[in-house]
């Protein structure tokens, strides 16, 4: 197997993974999108990988086979998160774990409250209790920029703000913005440092992730990081999954040469982060020994808007005959705007994002039009307005 050197910060010991030379990861959710990615980064650097997926529907499709794109280089082990029995054999002889095993749809968790839990919650108890009998050398643990509800702001005097979501009302009104005492706030940079205000099930239970590793990662004696991922972007997104994100579900409106549906003012900020950026700080995190007992947030460190995104997708199709079109509508606990402070990341991983918006941005479009998957996107999108979680 090669071995690289990588661009890392260079630890390799005490409490750090050091460099893959025949190590093994477990990746539970190794088959889906970030996971799968993750492990060609760690195949690329010497390391063995073994996945633990149950193949779920909902991300594979009806035929529960092994997805083309995962490498043949990972031992694929079939089984759920919640099997202890599973999770056992699937820790016999690793090294280090990197849970990713979740159910991930903001919208859905709000309906299919018990399952979330269940996944989410109890799936990380179950690995952890495995864990606890099977000590390992490092954990690191998915979770969300969904934790933080709402990003940070601040008021005119340049203080800082952590605002409560938006009211039912306010929305109705169609006033996208926040305020404190009446007075407009301005969006900062989000970091880890801001309190969590978790505002649906899925973000509960990625803080409740998070928490609960690091809680057992220290009492065990197990390093333990969480890597809180912005808006992730790339080839392998599961096109069919209604809670696929935006950049996805655009491209494929301007495949199937329709605008983009842009909700509220389009004005609403966020932080594209290319996967293979993702994988990359996942890396760094398990080798890095001074990234156990925090979290880190994983994005781009840049801004844009939905409206402006979508006009940058429009350019690298070529495509100028179809404007997106602001519908003023709104989702259901939306955020208004929630953009990485990625300088803890930064000083601590050395980690420094890559892929620029528009090299993402044509990868994820030409990945889209390879898999002719565009009609699929739209469907499982219209999935969202059908259940009312778009008004
Ligand atoms: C949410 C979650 C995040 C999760 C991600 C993908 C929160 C705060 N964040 O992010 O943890 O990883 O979903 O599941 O809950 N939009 C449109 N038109 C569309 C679709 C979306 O304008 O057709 C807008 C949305 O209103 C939103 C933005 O695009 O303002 C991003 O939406 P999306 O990609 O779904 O992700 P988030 O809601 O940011």
């Not at 794109?69 to 774990?97: C, N, P, T």
């Not at 952590?162 to 009446?182: A, K, V």
Request: hydrophobic share 40%.
């Amino acid at each position: 197997m090669e071995r690289h050197n990588g661009n890392g910060n260079g630890h390799g010991n005490g409490h750090g993974l050091g460099r893959g030379a025949g190590r093994r990861v477990l990746i539970t959710g190794g088959a889906g999108f970030v996971g799968s990615h993750l492990a060609d980064e760690l195949l690329a650097h010497g390391y063995r990988v073994r996945a633990l997926d149950n193949l779920s529907e909902q991300v594979h499709g009806p035929d529960i086979a092994r997805p083309a794109y995962l490498s043949e280089d990972v031992e694929l082990m079939r089984g759920d998160v919640r099997d202890a029995a599973a999770v056992k054999r699937a820790l016999q002889g690793v090294d280090a774990v990197f849970h990713f095993a979740a159910a991930v749809g903001v919208g859905q968790s709000m309906y299919e409250i018990e399952r979330y839990t269940d996944v989410n919650n109890r799936g990380t108890a179950v690995l952890l209790e495995a864990l606890t009998a099977a000590p390992v050398e490092r954990l690191v643990v998915a979770s969300s920029m969904s934790v933080y509800g709402e990003g940070l702001y601040c008021d005119p005097d340049g203080n800082p703000v952590s605002p409560p979501p938006r009211s039912p009302e306010q929305l109705g009104r169609g006033d996208w913005e926040l305020y404190s005492h009446g007075r407009r706030l301005r969006p900062m940079p989000t970091p880890e440092a801001k309190p969590v205000v978790p505002s649906s099930v899925y973000a509960l239970s990625k803080l409740d992730q998070e928490l609960m590793c690091l809680m057992v990662g220290q009492a065990y004696g197990i390093p333990t990081t969480a890597l809180r991922f912005f808006n992730i972007y790339g080839p392998r997104q599961a096109l069919s999954n209604p809670y696929t994100g935006v950049l996805a579900i655009f491209a494929a409106r301007y495949l199937n040469r329709r605008p983009p549906l842009v909700f509220e003012d389009g004005r609403q900020r966020r932080d594209f982060v290319s996967v293979h950026d993702v994988a990359r700080a996942c890396r760094l995190a398990l080798e890095t020994p001074q990234a156990a007992g925090q979290a880190f947030n994983v994005g781009s460190g840049r801004s844009i808007s939905v409206l402006e995104v979508a006009e940058q997708m429009a350019q690298a199709l070529g495509i100028e005959d179809l404007p997106p079109e602001i519908t003023g509508k709104y989702r259901a606990g939306d955020i208004r705007h929630c953009y990485a402070d990625i300088s803890l990341a930064q000083q601590v991983l050395g980690y420094r994002p890559q892929v620029t918006l528009s090299d993402g941005l044509e990868e994820l479009v030409d990945w889209i039009v390879g898999q002719n998957a565009y009609d699929r996107v739209e469907a499982a999108a219209q999935e969202l307005a059908r259940r009312g979680l778009q008004r």
